[in-house]
T-cell receptor
């Protein structure tokens, strides 16, 4: 079945370093969403990418959608302790004429102050 | 954030018990979802309701029984659960069942003893 693979599973960085998480899908995605889940919290929507090659920025966060719409990345510049949490991608695919949202396994980010 | 509320926040139950999880959304959305989040596994979509009608059921065991009496409320009835059912159960809502972002509730941390 459809899968969305996310790497790395876990990353520990020094505050001020950059961080990137990658998502790869086995099938073409209609769009991709990114969520952040703080420790002990629930997933919170960050952004959605729809167009091939799309790039969106939110302050220190840069989101990219691949040209083939099968992969995506989230890059954080100069991490801060407030960036701690698990980042999930979620790809939307069409299955049997209906949409399904498939979540990646998440990348857990820890930031050393 | 109080857009999506869930009760109880924590639940410990024996394998022979019957309990129910409740979710309420105050966002005027038409779609509601149940997810299971286990350690080291991707978010697993369990059920999707659109305007009180179940539109998706992802091979969930019958010991989990959803109920959606109206578009603002969603229940998950539990009976004869197994220890491997212990997880965080998240409720979410969205404007429509195939539309953009999902808004998650805080979750119910379930432990089956």
């Amino acid at each position: 079945g459809q899968q969305v693979m996310q790497i790395p599973q876990y990353q520990h960085v020094q505050e001020g370093e950059d961080f990137t998480t990658y998502c790869n899908s086995s099938t073409t995605l209609s769009n991709i969403q990114w969520y952040k889940q703080r420790p002990g919290g629930h997933p919170v929507f960050l952004i959605q990418l729809v167009k091939s090659g799309e790039v969106k920025k939110q302050k220190r966060l840069t989101f990219q959608f691949g040209e083939a719409k099968k992969n995506s990345s989230l890059h954080i510049t100069a991490t801060q302790t407030t960036d701690v949490g698990t980042y999930f991608c979620a790809g939307r695919v069409i299955v049997d004429s209906s949409y399904k949202l498939i979540f990646g396994s998440g990348t857990r980010l820890l930031v050393r102050p | 954030e109080t857009g999506v509320t869930q009760t109880p926040r924590h639940l410990v139950m024996g394998m022979t018990n019957k309990k129910s999880l409740k979710c309420e959304q105050h966002l005027g959305h038409n779609a509601m979802y149940w997810y299971k989040q286990s350690a080291k596994k991707p978010l697993e979509l369990m059920f999707v309701y659109s305007l009180e009608e179940r539109v998706e059921n992802n091979s969930v065991p019958s010991r989990f029984s959803p109920e959606c009496p109206n578009s603002s409320h969603l229940f998950l009835h539990l009976h004869t659960l197994q220890p491997e059912d212990s997880a965080l159960y998240l409720c979410a809502s969205s404007t429509h069942w195939d539309s953009y972002e999902q808004y998650f509730g805080p979750g119910t941390r379930l432990t089956v003893t």
